[in-house]
């Protein structure tokens, strides 16, 4: 499919609107080639490549290149209709991402042309080559990161770092639960708790290759990485006398492996 639209996004009670749009000054790059959805279902089924045709540039809009943007499991949940904020159909895919400014409106005075910039919310629609949003749903970010980091920086990140603050008040030392702790946001959880000195108990799923991802987690600056069987076995008696048993738990599963966790706390 080949569909060319006007079009531009606005957000209204998190939710995502492509509506036809008219402004006054013409940016530079014309069309934007995006992943579009017009259905919810499963993404291999509903999502298809279309041209876009981008809205001239109001004075408080910026033109973005995109550069990056990942897939998260909320992305593929807002496709299939299963995630708990939905857009207005149809909608761009993709909650996140980082992209280069080519062109800003003249009213614009916080972004300048060259600066990165990830989206402030969800919703936007960043699974596209090109984008016009409002000046005020951009953040910018330093341009000397890896641009995976920067593509990926306003979720994962985010979430591991209001988990670790939120709910204790963690001083060097202390230990943190976690589930799912290969998982990304796992993963954050990690290396924001190492650079604070907090230790981390890290669960994982048992695998073929357990050490090979052992490693690597502590590479990051896991304290200790243990499969689920081990969580219920006695032997967490053991752990527990090397380091303070956790002030907090983080749970990304659910069910028993929850409640195994918060067995162990404090
Ligand atoms: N702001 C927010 O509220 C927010 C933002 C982002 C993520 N999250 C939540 O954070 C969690 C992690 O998200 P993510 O995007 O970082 O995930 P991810 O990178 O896709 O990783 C998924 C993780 O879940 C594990 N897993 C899947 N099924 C499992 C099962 N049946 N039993 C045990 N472990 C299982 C996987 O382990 P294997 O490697 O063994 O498959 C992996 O560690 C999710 O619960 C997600 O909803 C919340």
Request: with cysteine.
């Amino acid at each position: 499919q080949n569909r060319t639209e006007e079009y531009t996004h606005t957000r209204a009670s998190g939710q995502l609107n492509i509506s036809r749009s008219t402004f006054s000054v013409e940016p530079s790059v014309k069309e934007s080639t995006a992943l579009i959805y017009r259905c919810h279902g499963e993404p291999s089924q509903v999502v298809t490549l279309e041209t876009l045709k981008l809205p001239p540039l109001r004075s408080t809009s910026v033109l973005v290149k995109m550069l990056a943007a990942p897939i998260n499991p909320s992305d593929i949940n807002m496709i299939q209709g299963t995630y708990a904020i939905l857009p207005n159909l149809p909608a761009v895919g993709g909650n996140e991402g980082v992209g280069q400014v080519i062109e800003v409106g003249i009213e614009v005075k916080t972004i300048k042309v060259g600066d990165w910039v990830i989206p402030r919310d969800a919703g936007l629609g960043m699974w596209q080559t090109a984008v016009v949003l409002s000046a005020d749903d951009l953040v910018t970010v330093p341009s000397d990161i890896p641009v995976l980091s920067a593509a990926t920086l306003g979720v994962n990140p985010c979430t591991a770092l209001r988990m670790l603050s939120d709910f204790e008040d963690l001083k060097p030392g202390d230990t943190v639960i976690q589930n799912a702790a290969n998982s990304a946001v796992g993963q954050a959880v990690i290396q924001i708790a190492a650079a604070k000195g907090v230790q981390t108990v890290n669960v994982v799923r048992d695998r073929p290759n357990l050490q090979k991802l052992t490693d690597g987690l502590k590479a990051m600056g896991a304290t200790c990485v243990i499969t689920e069987e081990t969580l219920r076995r006695p032997e967490m008696k053991e752990i527990f006398k090397s380091y303070p048993r956790p002030k907090l738990a983080l749970n990304g599963v659910g069910g028993k492996s929850a409640t195994e966790l918060l067995r162990h706390l404090q």
